[in-house]
């Protein structure tokens, strides 16, 4: 029997001490963490950690290390209590106004409006409560996909354990395409190589060497004797010792941070916020007028304080939070369906401001997936399409010799890696050649049933790796692949179009500008090379076979590969769509300069190609005057991506940052919207951001993009209808108090307008579908007003048109003696219609009402047509019409009526077509 690794480890010189002895009273205390473990030799780690490597740690000592060190969880946000949350909703003046608004209708007497405003709150604060649930509760299942397992030694047994159970002194056991479940001392590696683009943003796998000496004061990426929570085995084998776990490893150091970030305000909530401040100024001023006049003409104090809160509550627009949450929440559940789980509600819109989308390169922009797309063999290219499938000439140049089993053999034996279940296990590249094999129509299981004689495993140093084998006749190949310079020095024969023949200088010189070439447009080569030796040559060789390098030279090269991660199916044209939006995409990325502009170029991003070096050369100033000229920066570090986002910030622009690591997280808070990977993503990363992609998929940014906006544009659709409506009910009560005239309408009726107009229409426009232009116009300015001037004067005019109909016929029946009972209903009505008249107005600022997109909100036409119903009720149903002090009307009142309140069509289609016209008149100019 071999020895044992703990009898290995103890021949090379490390010290252990039994788990199961008595600690000394200097150390009674479990230990916590190591210090500086990657500059120290692992026999010093591991009896600092007091443990054989030969038992592990014993069970009864668990409890005692989890205590002191810890569990082996990441920091996360406390969850925020109800109470919290509910204050939360409550927070802005809009909410505030409301209920002022209620207190108010109370002290004037009229409980039924106060009940009505609470009531709005309450659906208001119950929906926003409701959508950061559900938000939650996608990402924690996404969390739920992502738990990792781990192999440890306990009480000399091998055991598999959740990730979240390991403690400091435990010892791990790694495989090829294993995730590291927490920071640790490396013990043993063979062949070991670590993707650790999660943590420091490096795109290609590190080779571990638990032997290697590492300074103390060594960057994470260069602590080569380390393996780092998160970060996952990609090649080889490994053994570690833990050394620190949850909030002490690398990764929850940058999660303690984003556990305690402040949420920044959007856009829309510092929008939402200027707006209840005015509406607060409005009414104060429109309080203040009435009251000064009341008084002025010597009535009653306690008459004029009636009308004074009465025009108040007419002029605060009750439904205007609720319908906003309503359309953020439904916004967010259309976006869940479309893959993007929103994790703060107001950041839906924000989305539709976006100026800037950076985003990665791999697994974002691309399929994640290494994938052969070029094969050179026999002097000649063959292109495979972007899923690496393989053409008809493509199939025959590999079987037209009858030897698949020559090159696809040697994909396929000389790899470490597996697929299962559609997944690579192991090496990316060496999954790229497997599934190239697999495509070709190799049976791996048979092509690998013979097994190794010996092998090579990869070196960073030597670029190649070789196995042997024997073949059916029994003689023995050696089967290498490897970098193509490297493997050219190593052949002296080549697969050409008439078979093998010698590799002379001219051939080998073509064949290095092919290796060139598929470098120039970003794709990674590999060489695949073949050695035959005969029965008879074996003579010469020590069998086994004990230095597998010597055996490597005099090979026939078989072929050359170029693989490369390629862009993911639609990601171009999502593109497209951005860029005609408006909004500039840049590549931000860890990899190679080469390999990232080959991909942008083929997927229409343009601009400067700078690394992360160029920018450490540029002092703030410089780098904000020269990024909107970049378009590729590559070779990041984290630093990078904060300083990259608060340069574009610095010009105004609204930026949405992706990432999937830990080290994108800062990035991500940093952003407007940070986006997150749902698939790839760490959870740290999933803290920090705005924004879930479930699907990982570029496209699917900028269908949330498309939808921000047409969240937008319904909020400001519905805001222009709803402050129409109370601007018209302010100058209607207004101009009668100046005229001296009674006000028009009842309290209750006020109420009516609010209820049944601030409900099932406003609700209807606020979740209208995308207009045609949406993703063909500029991003908005987030510096906008929802009412900017040239907004507020469309409202103001609608409101004026209203307000002059609506007393045209409340003068036109007081004069014909109708009694004022009719005169107030009919004035009532008429009001309630422009409504109806002017929601239709609202759904754009330039389009006319009379074409195709009028009809297609389904909802708005069922709303307004429940509208007049309701109208005809409480006119003509007599319990309804005693409550809100109606009469009934005359089918001619109805008609006029209706023929009044279409004038504001007609008002607003005659500003549209100016528009329209000026419009166009820029454009051609």
């Not at 009505?116 to 939650?136: C, D, W």
């Not at 008084?295 to 609720?322: F, S, T």
């Not at 070709?440 to 670029?463: H, I, N, Q, Y």
């Amino acid at each position: 029997m071999g020895e044992t690794f703990g009898q290995a480890v103890r021949r090379r010189g490390v010290a252990m001490s039994p788990s199961t002895t008595e600690p000394s009273p200097s150390t009674d205390r479990a230990p916590s963490a190591v210090e500086l473990p990657w500059a120290r030799p692992a026999s010093e780690v591991v009896a600092s950690l007091r443990i054989d490597l030969d038992v592990g740690l014993a069970s009864s000592e668990l409890a005692a290390r989890r205590a002191s060190a810890g569990a082996n969880v990441l920091p996360t946000p406390a969850r925020t209590s109800l109470l919290a949350r509910v204050v939360a909703q409550l927070r802005s003046w809009l909410v505030a106004v409301l209920l002022v608004a209620a207190g108010l209708a109370v002290v004037v007497g009229e409980p039924l409006d106060a009940v009505v405003i609470t009531v709005v709150l309450l659906i208001n604060v119950t929906m926003g409560l409701v959508q950061e649930h559900r938000a939650e509760r996608s990402v924690d299942a996404l969390e739920q996909l992502l738990v990792t397992r781990a192999r440890v030694l306990r009480d000399g047994r091998s055991v598999d354990v959740d990730a979240a159970e390991l403690v400091v002194g435990d010892v791990v056991s790694l495989t090829a395409g294993d995730r590291i479940p927490a920071d640790g001392r490396l013990l043993e590696t063979i062949g070991a190589e670590v993707d650790e683009s999660s943590l420091t943003g490096e795109s290609t796998p590190v080779a571990k060497d638990a032997d290697a000496d590492v300074a103390a004061e060594a960057p994470v990426a260069d602590r080569t004797t380390m393996g780092w929570m998160n970060t996952a085995l990609v090649r080889g084998r490994a053994r570690l010792v833990v050394t620190a776990v949850g909030a002490r490893t690398q990764v929850g150091a940058v999660a303690e941070l984003i556990s305690t970030a402040t949420p920044r305000p959007t856009p829309l909530q510092r929008q939402l916020d200027t707006l209840g401040r005015r509406l607060v100024a409005v009414a104060g001023i429109a309080v203040a007028l009435v009251f000064a006049l009341a008084l002025a003409r010597g009535e009653p104090l306690a008459d004029a304080a009636l009308d004074a809160i009465a025009l108040a509550v007419a002029a605060i627009p009750e439904g205007l939070p609720a319908v906003v949450t309503l359309t953020l929440a439904l916004g967010a559940s259309a976006m869940a369906r479309r893959r993007a789980i929103v994790r703060r509600l107001t950041s839906v819109e924000t989305l539709g401001a976006t100026d800037v989308i950076c985003t990665d390169k791999t697994g974002t922009l691309t399929r994640n997936v290494m994938t052969v797309t070029r094969l050179w063999r026999a002097d000649r290219l063959h292109n495979l399409d972007g899923e690496g499938e393989l053409d008809p000439d493509t199939v025959r140049a590999l079987h037209g010799e009858g030897a698949t089993t020559r090159l696809v053999g040697a994909m396929v034996r000389c790899n470490d890696a597996d697929i299962t279940d559609r997944r690579v296990v192991g090496n990316p590249t060496e999954g790229a050649l497997l599934a190239f094999a697999l495509r070709a129509g190799a049976d791996v299981a048979s092509l690998r049933a013979a097994g190794r004689l010996a092998e090579l495993p990869f070196d960073a140093a030597t670029k190649l790796m070789a196995v042997v084998h024997r073949d059916d006749s029994a003689a023995l190949v050696i089967e290498v692949k490897g970098a193509p310079d490297v493997l050219l020095e190593r052949c002296s024969r080549w697969v050409g179009p008439d078979g093998e023949v010698a590799l002379d200088p001219a051939t080998r010189e073509r064949i290095t500008g092919v290796v060139d070439g598929l470098g120039a447009q970003g794709l990674r080569t590999l060489a695949i090379a073949r050695r035959v030796v005969s029965p008879a040559a074996e003579a010469d060789i020590a069998l086994p076979v004990d230095d597998v390098a010597a055996l490597v030279e005099d090979l026939t090269l078989e072929a050359i590969v170029g693989i490369v991660d390629p862009p993911r199916p639609g990601v171009a044209d999502a593109i497209a769509t951005a860029q005609r939006a408006g909004i500039r995409v840049v590549m931000v990325t860890g990899d190679h300069p080469r390999t990232a502009a080959s991909i942008a170029a083929e997927l229409g991003i343009t601009g400067e190609v700078v690394t992360g070096a160029e920018l450490d050369r540029l002092d703030e100033a410089a780098l904000s005057e020269r990024i909107a000229r970049m378009g590729v920066i590559a070779r990041v570090a984290p630093e990078h991506k904060v300083r990259i986002v608060r340069a574009l910030q610095s010009s105004g622009q609204v930026v949405a940052m992706t990432g999937d690591g830990v080290n994108d997280a800062p990035a991500l808070e940093h952003a407007d919207i940070g986006i997150a990977m749902g698939i790839t993503g760490t959870e740290v990363t999933k803290q920090a951001a705005d924004l879930v992609l479930a699907d990982d998929d570029f496209a699917t940014i900028v269908t949330a993009v498309e939808r921000g906006r047409t969240i937008y544009d319904n909020i400001v659709a519905f805001i222009r209808f709803q402050l129409a409506t109370n601007l018209g009910a302010i100058a209607v009560i207004l101009v009668a108090r100046l005229v001296g005239l009674p006000v028009p309408f009842t309290p209750i009726q006020l109420l009516w307008v609010n209820i049944i107009m601030d409900g099932p229409p406003a609700l209807a426009l606020g979740v209208d579908r995308a207009r045609t232009d949406t993703m063909r116009r500029p991003p908005r300015d987030p510096a906008s007003q929802l009412l900017d001037p040239r907004r507020l004067a469309r409202v103001a005019l609608a409101g004026a048109v209203m307000a002059a109909g609506t007393l045209g016929v409340y003068l036109a029946a007081r004069s014909t003696g109708l009694g004022a009972e009719v005169a107030t209903s009919w004035t009532f009505t008429t009001f309630v219609l422009f409504q109806v008249a002017n929601a239709l107005n609202a759904r754009s600022e330039t389009a006319t009402v009379f074409a195709r997109h009028t009809l297609t909100n389904r909802s708005l036409w069922v709303a307004l047509t429940a509208v007049v119903g309701l109208q005809i009720v409480a006119v003509h149903v007599g319990p309804v019409g005693r409550l809100l002090d109606t009469a009934p009307l005359s089918a001619g009142q109805w008609a006029t009526s209706a023929a009044i309140a279409s004038t504001v069509i007609a008002a607003e289609e005659l500003r549209k077509a100016v528009a329209r016209r000026a419009l166009a008149r820029q454009v051609a100019s």
